[in-house]
Nanobody, 123 residues
Framework: VQLQASGGGLVQPGGSLRLSCVAS????????VGWFRQAPGKEREGVSCISSNEGFTYYSDSVKGRFTISRDNAKNTVYLQMNRLKPEDTAVYYC?????????????????WGQGTLVTVSS
C-alpha cells in the first residue's frame, strides 16, 4: 500500500512538466490528494490539492495560474501539470492522500505520504 510520485526532471525556465501520483494497494476514489514540495534549506510548502469528487481544488499563491491538478480515478492517479516553470519551483515534490480534505490541505496526519520526485528548473 503506497503512493508513488513520478515525472520530475530537469527543465528550463518557462518549460513544463507533468507529475503523476499513483496509488497501489488501495483505491484513490474516496481520497483527497495533495502535492507538497520542499526545496533545500526551506520549509515544506503546500502546492495544490483536489477533493475526492473534484469539487474542490486548492492552489498556493506561488503556483496559481501556472499549475493544474487533476485526477483520473480509472487509472488511480492524480496529476500535477506544471507550466511556465521558474527556478524557484525547484524542489522535491511529494503527494499525500487522506479521506479528509482539510488534512490534505494542511499536510498533517494524512493516511498516506508518498516518496518524492525531484524537479529542477535551470538553464
Amino acid at each position: 500500500v503506497q503512493l508513488q510520485a513520478s515525472g520530475g526532471g530537469l527543465v528550463q525556465p518557462g518549460g513544463s512538466l507533468r507529475l503523476s501520483c499513483v496509488a497501489s494497494g488501495f483505491t484513490l476514489d474516496y481520497y483527497a490528494v495533495g502535492w507538497f514540495r520542499q526545496a533545500p534549506g526551506k520549509e515544506r510548502e503546500g502546492v495544490s490539492c483536489i477533493s475526492s469528487n473534484e469539487g474542490f481544488t486548492y492552489y498556493s499563491d506561488s503556483v496559481k495560474g501556472r499549475f493544474t491538478i487533476s485526477r483520473d480515478n480509472a487509472k488511480n492517479t492524480v496529476y500535477l501539470q506544471m507550466n511556465r516553470l521558474k527556478p524557484e519551483d525547484t524542489a522535491v515534490y511529494y503527494c499525500v492522500a487522506d479521506t479528509r480534505f482539510h488534512k490534505v490541505v494542511a499536510g498533517t496526519e494524512v493516511d498516506y505520504w508518498g516518496q518524492g520526485t525531484l524537479v529542477t528548473v535551470s538553464s
